[in-house]
Nanobody, 122 residues
Framework: QVQLVESGGGLVEVGGSLNLSCAAS????????ATWYRQAPGKQRELVAS???????NYADSVKGRFTISGDNAKNTVFLQMNSLTPEDTAVYYC????????????????WGQGTQVTVSS
């Protein structure tokens, strides 16, 4: 089994920064893709940023130039550095990972973390 644990959320003022972490543990051979999503009250969950095992990144237009996603393959951890935060960034941030459990596995499976609250005050 695999667990994803997010951390780093909190309350920050407009223009501030936070660095979210998503640590994966359990049966992990490789994290194929790790993605940060967020969900604000009354809104649908949306993709924020993703990173593949070869380092390819993708960002939502709303966070380009402000957020940076990165991964530490050795520690099975993914980070989301968030700068120049605005009240529109307030949401619960979720980590999702597509994980191949072993080198002999022919399948990968997706997992979700429990979410971490980010609140940007004006």
């Amino acid at each position: 089994q695999v667990q994803l644990v997010e951390s780093g959320g909190g309350l920050v003022e407009v223009g501030g920064s936070l660095n979210l972490s998503c640590a994966a543990s359990g049966n992990i051979f490789r994290i194929n893709v790790a993605t940060w999503y967020r969900q604000a009250p009354g809104k649908q969950r949306e993709l924020v940023a993703s990173v593949t095992s070869d380092g390819t990144t993708n960002y939502a237009d709303s966070v380009k130039g402000r957020f940076t996603i990165s991964g530490d393959n050795a520690k099975n951890t993914v980070f989301l550095q968030m700068n120049s935060l605005t009240p529109e960034d307030t949401a619960v941030y979720y980590c999702n990972a597509i994980i191949r459990p072993s080198s002999s596995s022919y399948y990968s499976r997706g997992y979700w973390g429990q979410g971490t609250q980010v609140t940007v005050s004006s």
